[in-house]
């Protein structure tokens, strides 16, 4: 079991060291201007604003439910008695 751990720690500390020399510089890759981040932002404000009112919708809808198995928790119960 110790050569395991001893194993998978190797491993580790070699994956932790030899990431960053996989990495590449962004400056040389994205050269892209701040119009396409603007849209990029743009587009991502209107899927959160639609996602909002989707949620409240769910919450909304999951309470009623939640109200409506329980008062029928309580309508059979006092049948019962």
Known sequence: MRGVKTLLT?????????????????????????????????CALLIIAQLVPAVLALFGMTKEGAKGASGSKLAASAKKH
């Open 10 to 42: 190797t491993f580790t500390l070699l994956l932790v060291v030899v990431s960053p020399a996989l990495a590449t510089d962004t400056t040389k890759t994205y050269n892209s201007g701040i119009l396409v981040l603007l849209f990029v932002g743009f």
